[in-house]
């Protein structure tokens, strides 16, 4: 059980497009998902918290802009890169909590790469 | 705020050998400790974790680790390991409660050989 995936595990883009990631949970609800960074052999950083239903809350230092979050469900989360430039690749792993629960798990993550 | 440090950034082991991989927290309230670990190019997958009851808590893959309060510290130990630990760990804590944001530490990449 707590299955999380997402999709696409790995993209590359040109500067100046738009990606979409998205974070389901697949054997459960998740009213609360979380949006990390990892950058190389670094550890993972929060961009954000996105809650069902209700805008996300982002970390200090995070562009809401540039990063869009969307939780139209209680499955999926989605995560936009707008815009995106090389300074964007990255590794974005999200992660869901059960209602009351207390462990985040996490998904496979995403490659990005932005020529 | 709370904050994490894993002191050894690599450990490198033999097969069968014992490991501990070290994890020191600062907070000023009660908190909850988590290990995940992470294989290449993947995502996180959840070790162990303490919430609250007994200090030592056993995970997956015959990891166990140790709350420690006094010292401020939740080491992972595993016994004895095998080529399929080596991977990256990631020792994380969060506030007790409704706060569900996790702060990770930097790491420690486990590397167990032949």
Redo the contacts between chains.
């Keep these: 059980g707590a299955v999380?995936s997402?999709h696409p595990s790995r993209v590359i883009c040109k500067s100046g497009t738009s990606v979409k990631i998205e974070c389901r949970s697949l054997d459960f609800q998740a009213t609360?998902m979380?949006w990390y960074r990892q950058f190389p052999?670094?550890?993972?950083m929060?961009m954000a918290?996105s809650n069902e239903g209700s805008k996300a809350t982002y970390e200090q230092g995070v562009e809401k802009d540039k990063f869009l979050i969307n939780h139209a469900s209680l499955t999926l989360s989605t995560l936009t890169v707008t815009s995106a430039h090389p300074e964007d690749s990255s590794f974005y792993?999200c992660?869901a909590?059960t209602p009351g629960g207390?462990?985040?798990?996490?998904?496979?993550?995403t490659?990005l790469l932005v020529l | 705020a709370q904050s994490v440090t894993q002191l050894d950034s690599q450990v490198p082991v033999f097969e069968e050998a014992p490991v501990e991989l070290r994890c020191n927290y600062s907070s000023s309230v009660s908190v909850?400790l988590?290990w995940?670990v992470q294989y290449p190019?993947?995502?996180?997958?959840?070790l162990l974790?303490y919430?609250s009851g007994s200090t030592l808590v056993k995970g997956i893959n015959g990891f166990e680790a140790e709350f420690n309060k006094s010292q401020t510290s939740f080491h992972l130990r595993k016994p004895s390991v095998h080529i399929s630990d080596t991977a990256e760990y990631?020792c994380a804590v969060r506030k007790a409660g409704s706060n569900?944001?996790?702060t990770?530490?930097?790491?420690t990449l486990l590397t167990v050989n032949p």
């Design positions: 999380v997402q609360t979380f052999k670094q550890s993972l929060l918290t792993i992660s909590k207390e462990t985040q798990y996490f998904g496979p993550g490659r | 909850y988590f995940y190019n993947q995502g996180l997958q959840l974790k919430l990631f569900y944001k996790l990770f530490g930097k790491g």
